[in-house]
């Protein structure tokens, strides 16, 4: 597993804190987002971001987790779910159950928000009490869809391995342009577009530029 990205980010770290301060009225205390792995399998995740700091080893279990997450996405389950992990049989309980109980968490909230192929970024809000009211998990989940693009630029901007101007190319890429055509748009030649995409696949570990995109993808940069 790799560190969260805003344990390197001042301003990331700072964006989660300002985030849980909102949510105090439901109790929030935790928050994590999970990522794909975008050089591992398809169920592989990775812990982004995770506030406050002491429970990075409960956000590496829950992402390591087969009960919880990725397989969810196979199901016809709702992007917004309440889970009152505090009534989980403690004889079967997971292992990311359990370290969260052991931090006092008893309700979890996750929203998540899909990318191509299958693959999404999932954020999770934690309370130390049990939410009674419906309504309340929705309210957890809206602050969660409002602040997603701060977060997910912030994101980009932490774990970014590419170039503004590689990744100029390839959002135009994304865009649906050709080498030719991001070349008039970016005032370059067809040659320095053709460069920077190659430099993109190689830090993508990709031979090809849809591959790069959809890496791009799950990095948060586009």
Not at 3 to 12: M, W
Not at 105 to 116: C, D, I, K, N
Not at 135 to 142: R, S
Not at 163 to 174: D, G, T
């Amino acid at each position: 597993m790799g560190i969260p990205a805003n344990f390197d980010s001042v301003g990331l770290d700072g964006i989660l804190s300002d985030w849980v301060a909102a949510l105090r009225e439901f109790s929030v205390e935790a928050v994590v987002v999970l990522g794909p792995d975008p050089f591992g399998g398809s169920d592989d995740r990775q812990v982004v971001a995770a506030h406050p700091p002491l429970v990075a080893e409960a956000a590496n279990a829950l992402a390591e987790s087969s009960d919880f997450g990725a397989r969810w996405r196979d199901s016809d389950a709702p992007l917004v779910a309440w889970q009152t992990i505090a009534k989980s049989d403690p004889q079967r309980a997971s292992r990311w159950r359990l370290l969260w109980l052991a931090h006092g968490y008893q309700t979890m909230v996750r929203v998540e928000f899909s990318l191509p192929a299958g693959r999404a970024f999932e954020c999770f809000m934690f309370s130390p009490r049990e939410l009674t009211d419906r309504a309340e998990a929705a309210l957890m989940a809206w602050s969660a869809l409002n602040i997603w693009p701060l977060v997910k630029r912030s994101i980009a901007s932490a774990r970014s391995m590419l170039s503004p101007r590689e990744l100029e190319c390839l959002e135009l890429a994304f865009r649906g342009l050709t080498a030719r055509e991001t070349a008039q748009t970016l005032q370059c030649s067809e040659r320095t577009v053709n460069y920077h995409l190659a430099n993109a696949m190689n830090k993508l570990r990709v031979d090809n530029k849809l591959a790069a995109i959809q890496r791009a993808c799950w990095l948060g940069a586009l």
